[in-house]
């Protein structure tokens, strides 16, 4: 089972759980590696590689921005 085979069967188990919390997070992490897809062409589906790849680059921006913010006095929500 490739990386995201397993995501998309964790965001329906955690749909069908009722965790919003949880299912946010998995939607985020589907949209970023479909927006990689659809950048590197659409009959590429890369590899569990490419998509650590990805998601280590959102964690790095996520944290970046919060840094950002907490610099800036602002509390995110």
């Given at each position: 089972?490739?990386?995201?085979?397993?995501i998309t069967a964790d965001l329906t188990a955690?749909?069908?759980?009722?965790?919003?919390?949880?299912?946010?997070?998995?939607?985020?992490?589907?949209?970023?590696?479909?927006n990689e897809q659809k950048r590197r062409g659409?009959?590429?589906?890369?590899?569990?590689?490419?998509s650590i790849k990805t998601l280590q680059r959102v964690v790095k921006q996520r944290n970046d921005c919060g840094e950002?913010?907490?610099k800036a006095g602002r509390t995110g929500s």
């Open positions: 089972m490739s990386l995201k085979d397993k955690s749909m069908k759980a009722k965790d919003a919390s949880r299912t946010g997070t998995l939607r985020m992490i589907k949209a970023a590696l479909m659409a009959g590429d589906g890369g590899t569990d590689e490419d950002q913010l907490r």
